[in-house]
């Protein structure tokens, strides 16, 4: 059972703002309701007014752009796994947005909505991470950029202001030398780990990211294993694999949940680094 | 706020119009309203089923503009001018929709609780792609759940009705 609330239909980044900055914590912005409505029914939150963004226009859109392909919020996983410039450009985004919950939860749940919610067992803000994206957040009186590092706080937990709406997600257009992945693991509905991989081939090597998601309250880079990569030829990558694969792990900050127990999660996490790795270089 | 009304000072109305199994319906909810309970309490239309409310097992699937959603999670007011099918409204003019067919002939079903929403899900996806691969029907029906564990006939029944839908387009 949902508890009433009060619908507020802004039309506007601004209106939206400034209706969240009047009613605080009381007021939360909904979307595709995936993951907010499932807390509300279980009583695990309460709020007097949800703020519907889907009146809100040009949200919805991928475009390249300077540089970058820009996601728009309120884009579903349905239109993400469907779009033709994303599996251009970020194939591996594409491949997660196909394999995110189940159809229905595809159909109605945004991007935006399930990196602002920051359930830890989620997909998206772990690759976004590896592949160096930058988040939008907009109020009545300007926007700023947040980099996918420092968007997420903790679990459940954003960066965000009370005002702010996250109105897009910006991934650096990736060059003919990029490689990425994404991998999870699990056996419950949710993953029990996530791990991307981003680097470039370029004689080696380089700008290596990784990022590990659910095994810890919040998304991560592990920038100890990817140092150990960092500069490597192929062959001397595939070589030290094992402990990168053990350093990432350690350096996930698992903790031991309903999805597994900490020590599982890290092996789990070097388990994946190396598949990752095969999958990216091909 | 031009899109809701007040009737008293804690009751909020949305004026809701659209199509359930092709009839126009208008009515007014408030915003906390489900989908689940608006077509089962107030409809009366009780092939959908609320099961684990969570969106996982796909017993209340619907077909909202054709596209599978969980009624459960669904507010009402979302189905704003929107074409909303249930499995009561899949049979035309009394003979039955080739999938409902299939899922008879070859016993895609033993309690039955699942059923609705496996053949409206199924339905969606021979509506996009009329002849998937086992794989792709298994990746697209992933998230609607049988506890008979029966699955092994659900899927032939949509494969058998998916060869059936072919030859008659």
Same mark, same amino acid.
């Given at each position: 059972?949902?508890?009433?609330?009060?619908?507020?239909?802004?039309?506007?980044?601004?209106?939206?703002?400034?209706?969240?900055?009047?009613?605080?914590?009381?007021?939360?912005?909904?979307?595709?309701?995936?993951?907010?409505?499932?807390?509300?029914?279980?009583?695990?939150?309460?709020?007097?007014?949800?703020?519907?963004?889907?009146?809100?226009?040009?949200?919805?859109?991928?475009?390249?752009?300077?540089?970058?392909?820009?996601?728009?919020?309120?884009?579903?996983?349905?239109?993400?796994?469907?779009?033709?410039?994303?599996?251009?450009?970020?194939?591996?985004?594409?491949?997660?947005?196909?394999?995110?919950?189940?159809?229905?939860?595809?159909?109605?749940?945004?991007?935006?909505?399930?990196?602002?919610?920051?359930?830890?067992?989620?997909?998206?803000?772990?690759?976004?991470?590896?592949?160096?994206?930058?988040?939008?957040?907009?109020?009545?009186?300007?926007?700023?950029?947040?980099?996918?590092?420092?968007?997420?706080?903790?679990?459940?937990?954003?960066?965000?202001?009370?005002?702010?709406?996250?109105?897009?997600?910006?991934?650096?257009?990736?060059?003919?030398?990029?490689?990425?992945?994404?991998?999870?693991?699990?056996?419950?509905?949710?993953?029990?780990?996530?791990?991307?991989?981003?680097?470039?081939?370029?004689?080696?090597?380089?700008?290596?990211?990784?990022?590990?998601?659910?095994?810890?309250?919040?998304?991560?880079?592990?920038?100890?294993?990817?140092?150990?990569?960092?500069?490597?030829?192929?062959?001397?990558?595939?070589?030290?694999?094992?402990?990168?694969?053990?350093?990432?792990?350690?350096?996930?900050?698992?903790?031991?949940?309903?999805?597994?127990?900490?020590?599982?999660?890290?092996?789990?996490?070097?388990?994946?680094?190396?598949?990752?790795?095969?999958?990216?270089?091909? | #706020?031009?899109?809701?009304? #007040?009737?008293?000072?804690?009751?909020?109305?949305?004026?809701?119009?659209?199509?359930?199994?092709?009839?126009?319906?208008?009515?007014?909810?408030?915003?906390?309203?489900?989908?689940?309970?608006?077509?089962?309490?107030?409809?009366?239309?009780?092939?959908?089923?609320?099961?684990?409310?969570?969106?996982?097992?796909?017993?209340?699937?619907?077909?909202?503009?054709?596209?599978?959603?969980?009624?459960?999670?669904?507010?009402?007011?979302?189905?704003?001018?929107?074409?909303?099918?249930?499995?009561?409204?899949?049979?035309?003019?009394?003979?039955?929709?080739?999938?409902?067919?299939?899922?008879?002939?070859?016993?895609?079903?033993?309690?039955?609780?699942?059923?609705?929403?496996?053949?409206?899900?199924?339905?969606?996806?021979?509506?996009?792609?009329?002849?998937?691969?086992?794989?792709?029907?298994?990746?697209?029906?992933?998230?609607?759940?049988?506890?008979?564990?029966?699955?092994?006939?659900?899927?032939?029944?949509? #494969?058998?009705?998916?060869?059936?839908?072919?030859?008659?387009?």
């Amino acid at each position: 059972m949902l508890r009433r609330f009060r619908l507020e239909e802004p039309e506007t980044v601004a209106e939206a703002s400034e209706i969240l900055g009047r009613f605080g914590e009381s007021a939360k912005i909904y979307a595709g309701g995936t993951e907010l409505l499932l807390a509300m029914k279980e009583g695990l939150v309460q709020y007097e007014r949800l703020v519907n963004l889907k009146k809100l226009k040009g949200l919805n859109e991928v475009a390249q752009e300077g540089g970058e392909i820009r996601i728009g919020a309120l884009c579903t996983h349905h239109q993400l796994e469907g779009s033709v410039l994303l599996q251009k450009q970020l194939p591996a985004l594409t491949k997660l947005e196909q394999n995110v919950a189940n159809v229905r939860v595809r159909q109605a749940g945004t991007l935006g909505g399930n990196l602002c919610f920051a359930e830890p067992h989620a997909d998206p803000g772990t690759l976004l991470m590896a592949l160096g994206a930058k988040m939008i957040a907009a109020k009545s009186t300007g926007q700023r950029e947040i980099a996918a590092a420092e968007f997420f706080v903790d679990a459940y937990e954003t960066s965000l202001q009370t005002d702010e709406v996250l109105t897009e997600i910006r991934v650096p257009t990736p060059s003919a030398k990029s490689r990425s992945a994404y991998l999870k693991f699990g056996y419950l509905e949710r993953p029990s780990v996530g791990l991307a991989l981003a680097f470039n081939l370029n004689g080696g090597l380089r700008d290596v990211r990784i990022a590990v998601g659910c095994a810890g309250p919040a998304p991560r880079r592990v920038e100890e294993a990817e140092s150990m990569l960092e500069g490597k030829s192929r062959e001397e990558a595939e070589r030290i694999l094992p402990q990168a694969g053990a350093a990432a792990g350690r350096a996930s900050q698992a903790i031991s949940d309903l999805h597994g127990a900490q020590d599982y999660k890290e092996h789990i996490v070097g388990v994946l680094l190396k598949r990752a790795f095969q999958s990216a270089i091909g | #706020m031009a899109t809701a009304m #007040m009737k008293s000072s804690d009751t909020q109305l949305i004026p809701l119009s659209f199509t359930l199994n092709g009839r126009l319906q208008e009515f007014d909810v408030e915003p906390h309203e489900l989908l689940l309970d608006v077509v089962r309490e107030r409809l009366g239309l009780t092939g959908v089923k609320r099961s684990c409310d969570v969106q996982v097992c796909g017993a209340c699937t619907l077909l909202v503009d054709g596209r599978p959603v969980s009624a459960c999670t669904t507010l009402a007011f979302e189905v704003r001018g929107r074409s909303v099918l249930t499995i009561e409204g899949l049979a035309e003019n009394g003979k039955l929709h080739p999938l409902q067919e299939a899922f008879i002939e070859h016993g895609g079903f033993q309690c039955g609780f699942c059923t609705p929403g496996m053949i409206l899900a199924a339905k969606a996806l021979l509506d996009e792609n009329p002849n998937p691969t086992e794989a792709e029907l298994k990746h697209f029906m992933h998230g609607n759940i049988c506890r008979c564990t029966g699955y092994k006939k659900i899927i032939e029944s949509i #494969m058998a009705a998916a060869k059936k839908m072919r030859s008659k387009s």
